[in-house]
Each structure stands twice: as C-alpha cells, then as structure tokens.
C-alpha cells in the first residue's frame, strides 16, 4: 500500500507564500501520476496541479503564474510552492498518485492512493 504524507500548510496572509510537501512511500517514476488537489467545506475536491513523470507540469486556471508543482524524486518527494496567496486559496491541500499510462487524469475518480491532507488559510 502506498503511502503520501502532506506537510507544510499553515495560516498565511494574503500575498505571502507556503510550500507543502508530499513524501511517497514509494517511487515516483513507478507511481507517475502526481497531482495536488484542494478542497473547501461545501465544496468538490478539485484539482490545482499535476506532475506527470518528467513531462511539463499541468496547472489549473486559477493558481497558474502563482503556483509551481516540482518532484524531488531521489527523496521521492512532491511539492507545491504558492506564492502570492489569496484567500480564495483557503482549502486543505491533499496529494494524491495512481500508476498512470501515457497520459494522466485530473479528475479525483481515477487517483488511487491520497494522503491525509494539510490545512492552507489565507486571511485578508
């Protein structure tokens, strides 16, 4: 069983910058497929950014030009570095991985193992 466990969330205010991070159980080439979701009380889980292998990170409309998705993959390790947070940013941050194929998903359905989140509050 793979295991992701998110750290680095924490309360910060409006325009400042965090860096969560996701440590895997197991290697990230085997894994592939690598993305950070969030979610708000209320609300679906979406997704903020996907890693997929080597490839050219994806992002999500409204974080893109302010987050960066980065893998260390000798410490098998994802992160997010945000910068310049707004409060729209407020969720808990969660990792989540599947061994994809040639192209990796974004929607929650298809991610097999998730960790157990990081809370990110961004005040005014």
């Known amino acids: 069983q793979v295991q992701l466990v998110e750290s680095g969330g924490a309360a910060v205010q409006s325009g400042g910058s965090l860096r969560l991070s996701c440590a895997a159980s197991?290697?990230?080439?085997?894994?592939?497929?690598m993305t950070w979701f969030r979610q708000t009380p209320g609300k679906a889980r979406e997704w903020v950014a996907l890693q997929q292998g080597d490839a050219w990170p994806s992002y999500a409309h409204p974080v893109k030009g302010r987050f960066t998705i980065s893998q260390d993959s000798a410490k098998n390790i994802l992160y997010l570095q945000m910068d310049s947070l707004k409060p729209e940013d407020t969720g808990m941050y969660y990792c989540?991985?599947?061994?994809?194929?040639?192209?990796?998903?974004?929607?929650?359905?298809?991610?097999?193992?998730w960790g157990q989140g990081t809370q990110v509050t961004v005040s005014s």
């Open positions: 197991e290697s990230m080439y085997r894994l592939r497929c």
């Open positions: 989540a991985a599947y061994r994809g194929g040639a192209y990796c998903a974004v929607d929650v359905e298809s991610y097999t193992y």
